[in-house]
């Protein structure tokens, strides 16, 4: 029997009991699918600063490093809000880790489950039908640029955009290949009528779907992207755009699935990913058990299709999340107005559902 090592980085606020969750659902998936997981736990974020004054300790860099894919919950914690300035943040642990994993491919999903069309603030009809992937690269651009700087005595502030053509040649040569595999239509979002860096990115873009024949290509600036995601979702099928850009929009999109708690990304290199929820650590409800644990359960389902090469493990994940929609439990965040009190669930008792909806 195949055995896999998985990294579990629980980090801060809810990160600890979606994880808990996401990690027993990868167990009895991987009872019934015949394989087996062994799991490794390590600090980072917040939780690692308390410990060792780092956000990303060498230890769990090796952890991760040593693993077959990595779970991670979610890192932050409001005290740093109230001094933005503090030179050590629990967010330059993740910055860090996909850096030193040289994590450069982030995968996002939007998918419109038809249970929860309701929870959206946008009209049903609108989203109907709603499958896109972005393709975001995720360690360039203006989050790492340098210079990085305080000027004139701290009254001028300077961040870099800055790419270079490899940077686009590689995440865009994984955008194609997913576009190949889908409807074979992409859409490159940049700011070249403004940016040189957008410039730069779509003559590469150009240059690599010339490599794709198959795949329509077409270019759109971020703010017509923008408004384009609320007005007609549908038009996106593979959406492939820089890192800044990309965090901005795919916090846009999750409001088409009507909540943060259903969207699951994976991080991508050329080796070891990482896999997470795109939600926060959400501190105001830390603690309480009412944390929606879908998207890092659906994360799991990216994991073991795309690190473990499990995909009808994978399968059952998602089929197992759907079954319990439809069978009309919520996790408190999905909950209406007209959903029956019995069917809202606290996080522990939405886990076990899902367990109990597997194939």
């Given at each position: 029997?195949?055995?896999?090592?998985?990294?579990?980085?629980?980090?801060?606020?809810?990160?600890?009991?979606?994880?808990?969750?996401?990690?027993?659902?990868?167990?009895?998936?991987?009872?019934?699918?015949?394989?087996?997981?062994?799991?490794?736990?390590?600090?980072?974020?917040?939780?690692?600063?308390?410990?060792?004054?780092?956000?990303?300790?060498?230890?769990?860099?090796?952890?991760?490093?040593?693993?077959?894919?990595?779970?991670?919950?979610?890192?932050?914690?409001?005290?740093?809000?109230?001094?933005?300035?503090?030179?050590?943040?629990?967010?330059?642990?993740?910055?860090?880790?996909?850096?030193?994993?040289?994590?450069?491919?982030?995968?996002?999903?939007?998918?419109?489950?038809?249970?929860?069309?309701?929870?959206?603030?946008?009209r049903p009809e609108v989203i109907a039908g709603t499958d896109i992937v972005f393709y975001?690269?995720?360690?360039?651009?203006?989050?790492?640029?340098?210079?990085?700087?305080?000027?004139?005595?701290?009254?001028?502030?300077?961040?870099?955009?800055?790419?270079?053509?490899?940077?686009?040649?590689?995440?865009?040569?994984?955008?194609?290949?997913?576009?190949?595999?889908?409807?074979?239509?992409?859409?490159?979002?940049?700011?070249?009528?403004?940016?040189?860096?957008?410039?730069?990115?779509?003559?590469?873009?150009?240059?690599?779907?010339?490599?794709?024949?198959?795949?329509?290509?077409?270019?759109?600036?971020?703010?017509?992207?923008?408004?384009?995601?609320?007005?007609?979702?549908?038009?996106?099928?593979?959406?492939?755009?820089?890192?800044?850009?990309?965090?901005?929009?795919?916090?846009?999109?999750?409001?088409?699935?009507?909540?943060?708690?259903?969207?699951?990304?994976?991080?991508?290199?050329?080796?070891?990913?990482?896999?997470?929820?795109?939600?926060?650590?959400?501190?105001?409800?830390?603690?309480?058990?009412?944390?929606?644990?879908?998207?890092?359960?659906?994360?799991?389902?990216?994991?073991?299709?795309?690190?473990?090469?499990?995909?009808?493990?994978?399968?059952?994940?998602?089929?197992?999340?759907?079954?319990?929609?439809?069978?009309?439990?919520?996790?408190?965040?999905?909950?209406?107005?007209?959903?029956?009190?019995?069917?809202?669930?606290?996080?522990?008792?939405?886990?076990?559902?899902i367990i109990d909806f597997l194939p």
């Open positions: 029997m195949t055995t896999y090592k998985i990294a579990l980085l629980k980090g801060d606020g809810i990160g600890p009991e979606v994880v808990q969750a996401a990690h027993q659902v990868l167990e009895a998936v991987a009872r019934k699918a015949d394989f087996s997981l062994s799991f490794e736990e390590a600090l980072i974020g917040h939780a690692a600063i308390e410990a060792t004054q780092n956000p990303l300790p060498e230890e769990t860099l090796e952890v991760c490093q040593k693993a077959d894919a990595i779970l991670l919950g979610a890192v932050g914690h409001p005290q740093y809000d109230e001094d933005p300035r503090r030179t050590v943040r629990p967010e330059q642990g993740l910055l860090s880790l996909r850096k030193s994993l040289g994590l450069y491919a982030n995968v996002r999903p939007i998918q419109v489950f038809e249970e929860l069309r309701e929870v959206s603030p946008l975001r690269e995720l360690t360039g651009g203006i989050y790492f640029g340098q210079p990085r700087e305080r000027r004139d005595e701290g009254n001028t502030a300077l961040d870099t955009m800055i790419y270079t053509r490899a940077e686009v040649r590689r995440i865009a040569h994984k955008a194609f290949t997913a576009a190949m595999a889908r409807q074979k239509r992409l859409c490159s979002v940049d700011k070249a009528n403004v940016l040189e860096s957008s410039r730069l990115w779509r003559e590469t873009v150009n240059e690599i779907a010339r490599q794709y024949p198959e795949v329509q290509v077409q270019h759109m600036y971020v703010d017509n992207a923008a408004m384009q995601l609320i007005k007609n979702p549908r038009f996106f099928d593979v959406v492939l755009t820089g890192n800044m850009f990309g965090d901005i929009l795919t916090d846009e999109a999750s409001q088409i699935t009507g909540s943060l708690g259903m969207l699951p990304s994976a991080s991508l290199g050329d080796g070891v990913g990482l896999f997470e929820p795109i939600h926060g650590s959400a501190p105001d409800i830390a603690g309480q058990g009412i944390a929606n644990p879908m998207a890092t359960i659906l994360s799991t389902a990216l994991l073991l299709e795309l690190a473990l090469q499990q995909p009808g493990a994978a399968r059952m994940v998602r089929q197992a999340v759907q079954a319990t929609l439809a069978a009309g439990f919520r996790s408190p965040d999905l909950a209406h107005a007209h959903t029956p009190p019995a069917m809202v669930l606290k996080t522990e008792a939405i886990t076990q559902k």
